[in-house]
């Protein structure tokens, strides 16, 4: 992991195409201006994080109940 200092209206570039900029700082946060190609992903990590444990439930997810519960939907 990198850790960098940066200020206020300060930035610093992820390879050719992503720039993180410093737009504001509070007391306990920090706003993030992101300017990147519409192609790349950004979500937050709490986002990420349940994301991928959605996928790995619905992995376990029967397909027999997934019928069932859309027969009782149907009624």
Aim: a neutral charge; proline letters at 1%.
């Amino acid at each position: 992991m990198l850790i960098l200092q940066r200020r206020k209206g300060e930035s610093l570039c992820i390879g050719e195409d992503i720039k993180l900029t410093v737009s504001e700082i509070g007391s306990d946060w920090v706003k993030l201006a992101i300017d990147a190609p519409k192609e790349v992903s950004i979500l937050r990590s709490e986002l990420r994080e349940a994301a991928l444990e959605n996928q790995e439930a619905s992995k376990n997810f029967s397909s027999r109940l997934l019928e069932k519960l859309m027969k009782e939907k149907s009624l």
